[in-house]
């Protein structure tokens, strides 16, 4: 099995720009979860989906951002405008209902800089 | 509500020693716990879980922990310490809501040689 894939890995860009970035689930896996790592908060769940459906996005900072899964195997997470504060190592998770305790498997993370 | 707090921000200790990673959740309802692993620039890996089975789980690397309900505890524990096993470590807690880990802030583990 492939992993968790997410694109791209390293993303530079300046404030104000969009940013779209990518997350290919394991296949089969229902529960898709996007978080994002910094030094000052640690890890933090943003949003998750259940069968492409977002069924909690309490942890989404503001309405700049969105996260959007249009089928199984894709999700997206977009930064519109970017800010610096918004530079963080973001991850995606997948896991599946009813097996192995839903643990969560992490793709590699995609480290965004916003200058 | 459940969380999970992680004493211990930074540990260090020699090759060949004992590793001690503390972990204790709250919980309102029985939990699942988890630690992950996680290398320079990489993602987060699973060493283990805890699923209301054995209360002393094995997970990989030689890597254990022991869910102590009285202590709301689920530390961390290796026998000897490699090079290899420096990284940050987390703990999470899921339950009820299966789906949602609540992690804690991270122990970043130094082995000396």
């Known amino acids: 099995d492939a992993g968790v894939i997410q694109s791209p890995r390293h993303e530079v860009t300046e404030m104000g720009q969009e940013v779209t970035l990518r997350c290919k689930p394991i296949s089969g896996h229902d529960y898709l979860f996007w978080y994002r790592q910094t030094m000052m908060r640690g890890l933090e769940l943003l949003i998750y989906?259940?069968?492409?459906?977002?069924?909690?996005d309490s942890g989404m900072p503001e309405d700049r951002f969105s996260a959007k899964m249009p089928n199984a195997s894709f999700s997206t997470l977009k930064i519109q405008p970017s800010e610096p504060r918004d530079s963080a190592v973001y991850f995606c998770a997948s896991s599946v209902r009813g097996t192995s305790a839903y643990e969560q498997y992490f793709g590699p993370g995609t480290r965004l800089t916003v200058t | 509500a459940q969380s999970v707090t992680q004493l211990g921000s930074h540990v260090s200790v020699s090759e060949g020693a004992l590793v001690l990673l503390r972990c204790n959740y709250s919980?309102?309802?029985?939990?699942?716990l988890f630690w992950y692993v996680q290398y320079p620039n990489q993602g987060l890996q699973l060493l283990l879980k805890y699923t209301s089975a054995a209360t002393l789980v094995k997970g990989i690397n030689g890597f254990e922990a022991e869910f102590k309900k009285s202590e709301t505890s689920f530390h961390l524990t290796k026998p000897s310490a490699h090079m290899s096993d420096a990284a940050e470590y987390f703990c999470a807690v899921s339950g009820g809501n299966f789906n949602k880990f609540y992690f804690g802030s991270g122990t970043k583990l130094n082995v000396k040689p």
């Open positions: 989906f259940n069968n492409n459906v977002p069924i909690d």
């Open positions: 919980s309102s309802v029985p939990p699942y």
